[in-house]
């Protein structure tokens, strides 16, 4: 057989062996949760305004959607606290999907920009994470990716 009959012959039965598999998202990586926790948040859509932080709820085995995953937030006001006014929570719905408005994160204490995340979903495991965003970004797109337990 030639070279290129067998590189193709080899490419057709790599195709037709991976047809049938199931997609599989990357989990995102887990961050600290730091000491400013408080669970149970208020639901609500909006913690500020500047910064748009939307996305999907997934699970990593699949990449299905999860509906009424909890979407936590929380993160330092704009003089670098952490207030009551900074949390939020969003369950998502039919496509697995949130969004909320909030003020740009400052950094403080040498910590650069960013937002903590603690996103749950039946079946998963909780995930505690945090998003940087880029200076000058005022709208970010932040999937959230889980673990079946």
């Not at 669970?39 to 699970?59: H, L």
């Not at 936590?72 to 929570?89: F, I, L, M, S, V």
Request: proline share 9%.
């Amino acid at each position: 057989m030639k070279r290129s009959a067998l590189v193709s012959a080899l490419l057709l039965a790599l195709t037709v062996a991976t047809a049938g598999a199931q997609p599989k998202c990357a989990p995102t990586p887990r961050d600290a949760e730091g000491p400013f926790y408080k669970a149970n948040a208020p639901v609500r859509e909006a913690t500020g305004k500047g910064m748009v932080v939307s996305g999907a709820v997934r699970s990593a085995a699949t990449c299905e959607a999860l509906k009424g995953a909890r979407v936590e937030w929380w993160q330092a006001n704009p003089k670098g606290d952490y207030d009551d006014a900074h949390r939020g929570t969003l369950i998502t719905g039919a496509g697995g999907t949130y969004r909320f408005e909030t003020d740009v994160p400052p950094p403080y204490f040498g910590r650069p920009p960013h937002i903590h995340f603690k996103a749950v979903a039946p079946g998963h495991r909780p995930l505690t994470t945090q998003l940087y965003p880029k200076a000058g970004q005022s709208e970010v797109a932040f999937d959230l990716v889980l673990v079946k337990e």
